[in-house]
């Protein structure tokens, strides 16, 4: 069992230590930071039988902590990371784990040079199903892949206060690119390796902050198969994942983290229908599992801080990313196609 210290109290912050308040014998949150000393954060922290303050040095300099679960936003991401790598503590941060690869790197080589497992919440990688994909393109069962491809949406930027972090274009570039954009380049990245070229087009159409809502990228794999994602930030919650190959093809279907859902919904209703589509015979149709995969990834964190061993992530998987991410909001800008470097 570790002991962990959870920065950042926002829905999202909460959830994390929700997912495993009194139901895991791996981890276990004592401690909360979060910006300021409101009444809300006061009692949550108090629900969840957590010490509580508004400042980071305080559970960095604590010796009964183990490590540091950043749910912070994106741009106080790596300069975290690295105090709390020099601190000595492990750490998991939330996605996107930086805005700029040379940021990534540096808070790698930080966590690599103070000996600290780095962890990342890319948490759909974890699901069953993510995983019999996976499987299926090794076993060769849908033959050459072809494309893959996801769109995710929700409407939480819809009802954005205007002050609010996520509602800054600086801070969220492309609209639901950080949001929920990222876990899907991350699985593409997982099932098909590296991204070599990529053409966003990302603009505003209803929202009243200055996030855009619509994003829309085209990715060309360096293993020669193709790839889409798009992402709305304005209307109904879902999310689909499918890969295409020249045996048949695969579809997942389910929600994305809808602000304002219960928990419990958001931790294990990300998948739902399943279908598969052989080019011959008639397709098969199931029910993803539920799996609370929120748990499960930091579960996967602490079993890597007890049994020194490295994370399921790959540090270079989560640089490359990063980079992804870069080039995405470069195209975005540039209107033209763009090598990822």
Same mark, same amino acid.
């Given at each position: 069992?570790?002991?962990?210290?959870?920065?950042?109290?926002?829905?999202?912050?909460?959830?994390?230590?929700?997912?495993?308040?009194?139901?895991?014998?791996?981890?276990?949150?004592?401690?909360?930071?979060?910006?300021?000393?409101?009444?809300?954060?006061? @009692?949550? @922290?108090?629900?969840?039988?957590?010490?509580?303050?508004?400042?980071?040095?305080?559970?960095?300099?604590?010796?009964?902590?183990?490590?540091?679960?950043?749910?912070?936003?994106?741009?106080?991401?790596?300069?975290?990371?690295?105090?709390?790598?020099?601190?000595?503590?492990?750490?998991?941060?939330?996605?996107?784990?930086?805005?700029?690869?040379?940021?990534?790197?540096?808070?790698?080589?930080?966590?690599?040079?103070?000996?600290?497992?780095?962890?990342?919440?890319?948490?759909?990688?974890?699901?069953?199903?993510?995983?019999? #994909? %996976?499987?299926?393109?090794?076993?060769?069962?849908?033959?050459?892949?072809?494309?893959?491809?996801?769109?995710?949406?929700?409407?939480?930027?819809?009802?954005?206060?205007?002050?609010?972090? $996520?509602?800054?274009?600086?801070?969220?570039?492309?609209?639901?690119?950080?949001?929920?954009?990222?876990?899907?380049?991350?699985?593409?990245?997982?099932?098909?390796?590296?991204?070599?070229?990529?053409?966003?087009?990302?603009?505003?159409?209803?929202?009243?902050?200055?996030?855009?809502?619509?994003?829309?990228?085209?990715?060309?794999?360096?293993?020669?198969?193709?790839?889409?994602?798009?992402?709305?930030?304005?209307?109904?919650?879902?999310?689909?994942?499918?890969?295409?190959?020249?045996?048949?093809?695969? $579809?997942?279907?389910?929600?994305?983290?809808?602000?304002?859902?219960?928990?419990?919904?958001?931790? %294990? %209703?990300?998948?739902?229908?399943? #279908?598969?589509?052989?080019?011959?015979?008639?397709?098969?149709?199931?029910?993803?599992?539920?799996?609370?995969?929120?748990?499960?990834?930091?579960?996967?964190?602490?079993? @890597?801080?007890?049994? %020194?061993?490295?994370?399921?992530?790959?540090?270079?998987?989560?640089?490359?990313?990063?980079?992804?991410?870069?080039?995405?909001?470069?195209?975005?800008? @540039?209107?033209?196609?763009?090598?990822?470097?």
């Amino acid at each position: 069992m570790i002991n962990a210290a959870i920065i950042g109290l926002g829905w999202w912050g909460k959830t994390l230590v929700e997912s495993v308040f009194e139901n895991s014998n791996k981890i276990k949150f004592t401690s909360a930071v979060h910006r300021t000393a409101s009444d809300d954060a006061k @009692s949550f @922290s108090s629900e969840y039988g957590m010490d509580f303050s508004t400042e980071l040095k305080d559970v960095l300099e604590n010796p009964a902590i183990d490590a540091i679960i950043l749910a912070t936003p994106h741009s106080m991401h790596v300069d975290q990371v690295v105090a709390c790598a020099e601190a000595g503590k492990h750490v998991f941060c939330e996605k996107p784990f930086a805005l700029h690869k040379s940021e990534a790197e540096r808070a790698v080589k930080a966590t690599q040079e103070a000996g600290v497992v780095l962890g990342l919440d890319f948490n759909r990688r974890l699901h069953p199903e993510m995983k019999k #994909i %996976k499987e299926m393109i090794a076993a060769e069962e849908l033959g050459t892949i072809l494309h893959i491809e996801a769109n995710m949406t929700f409407p939480n930027a819809l009802f954005l206060d205007k002050k609010a972090w $996520r509602a800054s274009n600086e801070e969220t570039p492309c609209g639901g690119l950080t949001p929920m954009g990222v876990h899907a380049i991350d699985g593409m990245i997982d099932l098909c390796g590296e991204i070599d070229e990529l053409y966003c087009q990302s603009f505003r159409r209803v929202v009243e902050v200055e996030s855009d809502d619509t994003t829309s990228i085209l990715f060309r794999m360096k293993e020669g198969m193709s790839g889409y994602l798009g992402t709305m930030t304005a209307t109904g919650g879902g999310f689909s994942f499918q890969v295409f190959g020249s045996k048949g093809f695969v $579809r997942l279907e389910g929600m994305t983290h809808i602000a304002g859902t219960p928990s419990e919904e958001r931790r %294990k %209703k990300c998948f739902g229908n399943c #279908i598969f589509k052989p080019t011959k015979g008639p397709a098969e149709n199931w029910q993803a599992e539920e799996v609370d995969i929120v748990k499960a990834v930091l579960e996967e964190f602490a079993d @890597s801080v007890i049994k %020194k061993v490295p994370y399921f992530i790959p540090e270079n998987e989560m640089i490359h990313g990063v980079a992804v991410t870069e080039t995405v909001v470069k195209s975005a800008l @540039s209107h033209k196609v763009e090598k990822v470097l």
